[in-house]
């Protein structure tokens, strides 16, 4: 099946995907258009392998095939396939949690703050096991109580993941139900991302406003270069950072967090073109997590001589101290035995400013800024890359928009990477993007603000709910997920929409193929949260995107009285 | 005459060859997520048969459906030799549905028009042989059987 569409909007990737297309080498664009038409069932959510009976569809055009073999109908397909989703999200976030606990009680590092780190430790106990976490309390009242109202505010992982797990397996709830286990499950793992970045701030110090460099361009020719990709322990990242320092070894990432006090880790490029940095010759050995990293990178690793070391394995060295030592080794071998690969390094590279906190900016501007009407409300740009929308394109064209429309933009992780690579976030270009009411706003924010603010959302949102006298549900606020692709960011806009957030993502989440459940996250969401998760099914452009909250900002205030019927 | 040829050995019931046909031929939305949410419901104009047979129409050469229909709704086009419907004169007798011997016309209560494949005669390539996954359904040449045997 023919699929026409611009792969990319970024430049070095560009020039690299036409070598790839001369050099017959497959990348993420080829084999998505070797998957078409993808199964419908599947991607509307209709479709069931849970058990063995199957697999099932509920088939949306005739009038037999409407339920699975146990029974399930079209709502509850489309229900249990967006937990499904958020089960694995949430796995994702605990994961990552318990390898960076683990190696902190090994004793693998001394932590900056010991106190901190031995209460971040204890919390983390808490949410594993009993469920009795005080991370908890870091919520607004009024939040926790409605999600304990609703039944989802999260009790551990026994509690929340065993049960909602199974779910799956049978046992008879409603779709509704289905719903709020989802959110249950997404709260669950904010928790676990809240408890990670504490203890990272409490292991490592906290995270200062830093200025990087993104984009292929900051590749070395000179000098062993190693990659890490995907969220890998951060014990490991600063140990790896540290002995590569010593011996003049660059270190950059993708799709990992790029600072690590005191370290920082230049982002190469996004998600989708994650082949690409090793395509340019210069990389000489990747690190590789798990989350975000495509099976693919092996077999590019192969044709290029990259050294690939997992992070983790069932044969890996658990001590991160020897296992740095050998990463450095193995790197500095490697670029010695690659000395006639050619290093072909686009001279293509952005600065940027990230790692904004409340430390940093004056939130009591921001919301005074929203009551004076200086600027129009406020929009979080997250999610990475997804090969079925042109690279970059929707993300930067929706935060350029809504930049001339004076609201302000608030960036977290792979999002403000790839807005980065446009000079969204370079202070020296901030006049050109924004419109007067941010321009003043940021102006007042700080010295060298630049136009998107890189944020981490949760961080943001409970500055903001902590410094306001409104819930964060009555903000003009919403959050975009315009390019999303993996669980771990369907569990990110589940946990922002539970907020009181109300989130737009695409592609479709796998439930347009029930009409109420599609229904139901738009009107039993505001009910329970004063926020809906919007699933836009209409092919739109990224302008006609950035409109759907635009036109919800612009819209006239309700008229109080009866409607007329 | 170019015809649609299925594989009963290739299919494997995935049904997406109807998913695609109501979504592209029969739906007002021509959109899987528009298509599914629509009232009243798509109807494909091909059919998944027990485990592994699409069914659609077969442009026999002789149509039953062509002969019992009373006032020429049903009809061949002389240059394709495709048989399709008419749709404005039709008046929903509901002869062809009884007569087709492969039992692929469907009668539309909603619509009152007799729907039936017509090997997307308006399109450059039948949808059920583009989306087919095993490539279970192709398009070839009819084969004279009168010359076979």
Sequence with gaps: MEFIQRKTADRAVNHFLLKAADQEITVAWDRFEGQLPECGFCESGLSCRDCLQGPCISHPFRNQSKLGVCGKDKDILAAQSLLRLVLKGTMSYLDQLNDFADGVQAGSVKPADKKQAEKALNAIAGLMQTGNSEVIDEFPAALVEGWKTAGISPRGIANDIFKASQRLEGGISDMEETLLWSFKTALLGCMADRLQNRLKAAVFGDTSVSELEVNLGILKKDVPTILFYGPVSPLLKQKVAKTAQAKNVSVMGVCTDPLLPPYRFFPVTTYVSQEIPLMTGAVDLIVTGNQFVNPSLAEVARDWKVTVVPADGLKQSSDPDALAQKIVAQAEHAFEMRQNITRDIPMVKESAVMGYSAADVDIKKIVAALDAGKIKGIAILAGSNNVKYTQDEVLVTIAKQFLANDILCISEGEASVSLAKYRLLDPARRDKDCGAGVNELLDALGDNLPSVIDWRLTDFLLALAATGDKALSDYPMCAYFPEANRSAEVTKAMWTVAMGVSTYFWPCLPVTGSAKTQQALEDFCRDKFGASLHVVTQKIDARTKAGLFLKTIDAPATMSGKSWE | ?149
Aim: hydrophobic share 35%; with cysteine; aromatic share 6%.
């Design chain 2, 1 to 149: 005459m170019q015809v649609i040829k299925v594989d009963p050995k290739k299919c494997t019931g995935c049904h997406q060859c109807e998913l695609w046909c109501g979504t592209e031929i029969a739906s007002l939305a021509k959109e899987l997520a528009g298509a599914i949410q629509e009232e009243p419901q798509p109807v494909p104009r091909v059919y998944v048969e027990g485990k592994n047979l699409a069914l659609q129409c077969r442009h026999c050469v002789e149509a039953p459906c062509l002969d019992a229909c009373p006032n020429g709704t049903m009809r061949r086009d002389p240059q394709t030799e495709l048989v399709y419907v008419h749709e404005p004169t039709c008046i929903a007798c509901w002869m062809c549905v009884m007569v087709c011997p492969f039992g692929i016309i469907n009668p539309s209560p909603t619509y009152k028009v007799a729907i039936k494949c017509d090997r997307c005669r308006n399109m450059g390539y039948p949808i059920c042989a583009e989306v087919c996954p095993t490539q279970a359904i192709t398009v070839e040449p009819r084969q004279d059987y009168r010359k076979v045997f």
